[in-house]
């Protein structure tokens, strides 16, 4: 799918001009109804089944619950990544992706904390980082720019959810690894969290 980009120079306090990009609606889809987004209302839909399962204490339930999470993670690149091939992107789905990752990360980290698994002050960070952005994002929206998601974004997406599975799966694999993985990969995930969130707002400042 190609991409139109418009190049307008900003002068700040200090002087200095900066590119922004605004993606056109050339490549956009008008057609809302297709499988890409059927994939992401599905993964939504998955959040409070996930929930469910990690925090009624089923027989089993974080490793189903982990299951759950795994799949809706999967739909998240998969939809992607079928938007791009047919050229399906569509202006719900622009919204609607972001939104279900974040609800899904959220839904994980209070259930977490809830259970004494995950430190509060990191699902604040992380959770914080998340809603200062889709806020700078709301409000570049109404500049007309859609900012998108840049290397570090995506992989700071990658070590939360890698993180988030670790923490669950910690009685499976901590009779066989002594380390405490999912507290390694937590760090990690707000080291990614904290440093893509200042490259957001320097970026789109």
Known sequence: MKYKFRVKKVKGAAGLRRRIFKKSDAGVSSNQVNLPN???????????????LLLTRLPYGAYLAAGVFIVAALTDSLDGYIARKHQQVTKLGIILDPLADKLLITAALISLVELGRVAGWIAVIILGREFAVTGLRAVKAEEGIIIPAGILGKTKTVSQIVAIILVILEGLYRRFVPW??????????????VVSGIQYFWRWR
């Not at 059927?38 to 469910?52: K, S």
């Not at 405490?180 to 969290?193: E, K, M």
């Open 38 to 52: 059927a994939l992401t209302i599905f993964r939504i839909i998955l959040v409070p089944v996930f929930m469910f």
């Open 180 to 193: 405490p993985l999912g507290d390694w990969a937590l760090y990690v995930a707000v080291i990614f969290t």
